[in-house]
DNA sequence: GTCTATATGGCGATAGAC
DNA sequence: GTCTATCGCCATATAGAC
């Protein structure tokens, strides 16, 4: 058994903790579900990770890295700011599932628990910073009025995805997150013109 | 023992299990806790309610009514649309405690089951028209630009509100709420100038 | 209506064999 | 590194006395 096989069985417990807690939230995600998911004894969780909230760190500091280079993905190509942030707003997503940090805002032993809430903190702190970045370059080049605030108007930008999420998921349907998103991109045009 | 004393646990029941599914969730807040909180013994519970899903029903029906009620307060009283609006963003909230029906939605048993997903449903539904009706009147009154599409501008205003609270709870203090209201506010009145 | 007793099963972890 | 056994506790009721 060489290095191989270990990292396989500790990386397969990360990534299904992160699909566990995406879709059922640190409080109903028990060990024994994770090591069902995982294809992993008790014994082998336990052995590779102190307990849930080590596990669930890893698995939390992990999406957080994947959700803001993601971000980033979008956010850094060519384009106006404008065109950027769009593309951004408008990337596919599954919807209905949520998003995989917003998510462990709900969770009181996530937000409880300074490990766990500081990846989540971070996340959503360099994707505002990234935004406000652009919106603040958008302004230098005049695409938007001067008297934009970049930071608030970051803020907006995040807060639509994220509520947008939620207004889906209460109604059933991908429809609420699309029209927040044509109804934020409208109000950006149309400061713009 | 009249129908008063019945009445009171019964009502104790609701609203204990109202304040633990908006601090835990659904999946987090168990039986016991609820007994506890509303200082009624496990008989007196099971006697009034058929179990822990019927209970959250209750509640969740009756957070719901509170929800659009206290809405409803903000956007009828008086003034043109957007000062109407900006009222109701910038409400006095306990922003670090998030959405009591927004908080659901992360719920994966509350989402699974009809009879509980549909009081967040139709809350945030009706929220949704309200604020769409009072747009497409800005509109009618010239407040609005012509272009202006009510029913997506009403659905970024409610998922800022819903993001708001995500990304506050996110970084532990109140300010990305009031930034993303902020923001919002500034592209609302930009395209009203 | 409310109480106590009881039941089944899962949670989260530890112990020690292999 | 992984396995099985075991643990104490809580979740979610049900049963029947009072």
Known sequence: MGTVEWVETVERLIRSTQELLWERGYVGTSPKAIQAAAEAGQGSMYHHFAGKAELARAAIERSGAEL???AEQEL?????ATERIVRYLRRDREVLRGCRMGRLTA???VMADPALRAPVAE???RI???LADIIAE?????EFPAGLDPVATAAAVAAVLQGGYV????AGEDDPFELAVQGLVH???GVSA
Chains 1, 2 share one sequence.
């Open 187 to 189: 109000l950006l045009e």
């Open 123 to 125: 996340a959503f702190g």
């Open 128 to 130: 505002r910073a990234r």
């Open 68 to 70: 803001t280079e993601a």
């Open 107 to 109: 969770d009181p032993d």
């Open 76 to 80: 850094a190509g060519p384009g106006t």
């Open 167 to 170: 207004l889906a998921r209460a």
């Open 138 to 142: 958008g302004k230098r080049d005049g």
